[in-house]
């Protein structure tokens, strides 16, 4: 008898079936392919007799099945490619950044070179599938791209993707609104904002107009208007395509745009958990010692709740602090008018180009209250110790806290 360890991952799934010579078509294993063989990556190279060989790992299949083949056998360009850029890469660490020529009548590699090959292609193996992941879970058309040439950190272990708020039991973060504008063409005198006592938060070209510290009042899902709404922004999603990346400053992962950004557009929100403060400055004290945190209180109104995105949460989830940043914090209700449970949208404060990080201030107002991955911990006398921050910006205040 066998059996399969539970949450085992498709890999493991696929390589426990042919490792059994058994077929299940729920995973794609069929008798047609039960015995194909596809290069999943090369772990290894040596040179006999003037033959050059690579040792093989076989894609769904155990690697107790890696075997030597010779160069001319290797139907697999970017894995060569991948193989090869890796090898260099490592060589040029060990020689601390130098450019290092490679010999060609190298006959075997160290053990070493080797290791951090087979590391480095289960890293970039592991990196697309969360790729995937989070492409598949998010619930917006721009793609999310994820990049690491700094270390060969893989994806978070305990990061579940969400794409809106998830309650804490006994929250309720839809207050059953069931009425919405009349408006054919908002704005209108009657439309959701004006309803609130507020302006319309964007001008013609959607983009924001209001300055910060005002809230946003879109139109909800029992407004007349429909989803070409001028007032329907924040509720989209984001409209950029945007990477997670490893930084190379030791501030763990951050987040660039990929496109052009215009000045005072709308980039994502920020979600989690909504927890009640209390069960924050419990976590608080449990993420303190584990040297992390991702809160952030929801003070709009009051300070009964707070979004915790420590395990569950979006792109923002990643986004580093910047004493000089280019996001911008503001509150927004759209189908929830309960004043203490805004949303919370990020936009942009100045154009910011393909390729730039983005970055918000942790200590504005109703932002998180510690960094992400070089948050403090707390000293032996308990007095919490104070974050340095490595933003690099010009007007950096020096600690984060």
């Known amino acids: 008898a066998w059996y399969v360890p539970c949450l085992a991952s498709l890999e493991t799934l696929e390589e426990l079936c042919r490792k059994e010579n058994l077929t299940c078509k729920s995973i794609g294993i069929t008798n047609r392919n039960l015995k194909s063989y596809e290069v999943e990556y090369l772990c290894d190279y040596k040179v ?19 075997t030597w083949e010779p160069l001319k056998n290797l139907k697999c360009p970017l894995v060569l490619q991948n193989f090869l850029s890796d090898k260099n890469e490592y060589l040029s660490r060990v020689r601390e950044g130098k450019a290092l020529k490679v010999r060609n009548h190298v ?34 058309k721009a793609m999310i791209l994820v990049e690491n040439t700094v270390d060969l950190e893989g994806p978070p272990l305990d990061f579940y993707y969400i794409n809106e708020y998830k309650p804490a039991p006994g929250i309720n973060v839809i207050n059953g609104i069931t009425t919405g504008c009349e408006c054919t063409d908002c704005p209108a005198e009657k439309c959701c904002p004006k309803e609130a006592g507020f302006i319309l938060a964007y ?6 107009k209001i300055q910060p510290g005002l809230p946003i009042y879109e139109c909800n899902s029992f407004c007349r208007c429909g989803p070409d709404c001028p007032n329907r922004i924040v509720q989209k999603g984001t409209p950029y ?40 400055e419990r976590r608080g004290q449990l993420y303190d010692s584990q040297g992390n945190t991702y809160l952030f209180d929801l003070d709009y109104d009051s300070d009964e709740f707070t979004v915790d995105a420590a395990r569950y949460g979006n792109v923002s989830h990643f986004v ?29 404060t100045r154009t910011i180009k393909a390729g730039e990080e ?44």
């Open 48 to 66: 006999e007799e003037g033959t050059e060989y690579y040792l093989v790992k076989w894609k769904g299949w155990p690697e107790s099945s890696n």
């Open 107 to 140: 006959k075997a590699l160290k053990p070493a070179v080797a290791d951090y090959i087979v590391k480095k292609a289960k890293q970039r193996i592991a990196l697309q599938r969360w790729k995937e992941e989070l492409n598949r879970k998010k619930n917006h």
């Open 203 to 208: 001008n013609k070209q959607k983009k924001l």
């Open 241 to 280: 395509s945007l990477c997670i990346f490893r930084t190379n400053n030791g501030r763990g992962w951050g987040v660039k745009t990929l496109q052009k950004i215009k000045t005072n557009s709308f980039v994502m929100e920020y979600v989690g958990e909504v927890i009640t403060s209390e069960e924050a």
């Open 320 to 348: 580093n602090h910047s004493c000089d940043p280019n996001l911008q914090v503001f509150n927004v209700f759209i189908d929830n008018l309960d004043l203490r449970l805004p949303r919370i949208a990020l936009f942009s």
């Open 358 to 401: 983005l970055t918000f201030d942790y200590q504005m107002k109703g932002s998180i209250d510690l960094t992400s991955d070089s948050a403090d911990g707390l000293s032996p006398s308990g007095k919490r110790i104070r974050t340095v921050c490595k933003c690099g910006a010009v007007c950096c205040r020096g600690y984060l806290n």
